[in-house]
């Protein structure tokens, strides 16, 4: 252990980490957990997390949770390598081994294959286009909907880093919460993404609407599934959102603020046992530009299966799990550590205190790993950390930019 844990520490300090992130992979490498991760991977992958790189063996943390998929990440390519790849055999690489490609080798590669490359991602991208894909809007990935519903004023803020999202609602129709909120404005998002709309139709039963259309169970009375989907239906078409961020710049405070209207115009009717529910939204143009600008994409059968759960928690926390991986393939680092108290930060409304909110989001991370088992994390004994290792995204990961 003690020779392996050298080999890395020379690759990190040759990749120039910092020290207090030499600690960290430090406390990670001496977990058990981990220990068990390298061993099954130094056998199944003949010691893949070292590469040679010119003379220097190099700790490759890319390597954790991809091979299993079965994917190339062509970042470890030499360039006469990536470039006899691209030649022969482009059309059968996948969209997350084309979005293993680095900015150098880009920069290094002839126009002409550019060009094919340009034509198979966007080739990927119509061939996972189904219905098993789902879209939500990045900025509600990063910090959700209220899990319950909010007494008194309804505005709901919460904090990502340096984005703070604030929701707000009139205080007589209430902010959407809960399993309801989230199916919906992922279905709304869906909807501008697939077809381009701006009028998004809910037809002419709602029961119908809910086990055709999402899928979801459809039940009356009080407390039933479609009491709560059409409460949710009205809080969607009141919300606005407020989106503002504070960056330094050369010693001076910039704030990037962002107002943006759900609906521009909404009706909905209904008649009293629900079957007759008829009515349509009318999306606002910045809420229609935010969606096709930064959306990311959901497994639909996820979304349903933690609709099942009844857990709005699962759902947030499997959403920003996929689009943290995703984006962990554009980066260098194999491991990210998360604290747990900016991840109350983020996720936390609603609970008495960070540990009740702990309890609670390993309890739903459990159910995400039920349908997401590629998820790979561990967390520190200390606990203060949730640790994410580098994982296929479960969607293949497009760049909506339409």
Known sequence: MKDMWEKVERSLLGNKVAPFEMDRYRSLFLEDEFQQLLAEESTSKNQDFFYQE????????????????????????????????????????????????????FAKLPQPLLNAIAERIEKTYTEGFNDSIWFVLTHIIQTGFPHRQLKGPQHYTRKNGNLTITLSAPDDLKLPSGVAARVLFIHICTEIIRHKKKIIDFGHSLRSFMLNTLGVSATS????????????????????????????????????????????????????????????????????????????????????????????????????LTYRYWKMTKETRGMIPIKWSDLYLQFGAGYKDKRDFIVNFKAALQNVSEIYPQARFLENKDNDYLWLIRSAPHVSPAEIDL
Request: one cysteine or more.
């Open 54 to 105: 010119g003379n220097q063996i190099q700790f490759n943390l890319k390597v954790a949770g991809e091979g299993r998929s079965g994917t190339r990440d062509l970042a470890l390519l030499p360039l006469v390598d990536l470039i006899h790849i691209l030649e022969t055999d482009l059309q059968s690489l996948s969209r997350e081994e084309l979005d293993s490609l680095s900015i150098d080798q």
């Open 221 to 320: 009375g009080p407390r039933g599934s479609i009491k709560a989907y059409e409460k949710t239906l009205v809080s969607l078409m009141s919300t606005s959102f407020t989106f503002h961020s504070l960056t330094t710049e050369n010693n001076r405070v910039r704030l990037d603020l962002e107002n943006v209207r759900l609906s521009c115009r909404s009706q909905l009717w209904w008649d009293q046992d629900y079957n007759g529910t008829n009515g349509f939204f009318e999306i606002s143009n910045e809420f229609y530009e935010a969606v096709i600008k930064h959306s990311s994409p959901v497994n639909r059968e996820a979304i349903l299966y933690l609709s099942a759960k009844k857990s709005p928690m699962a759902i947030d926390i499997y959403c920003w």
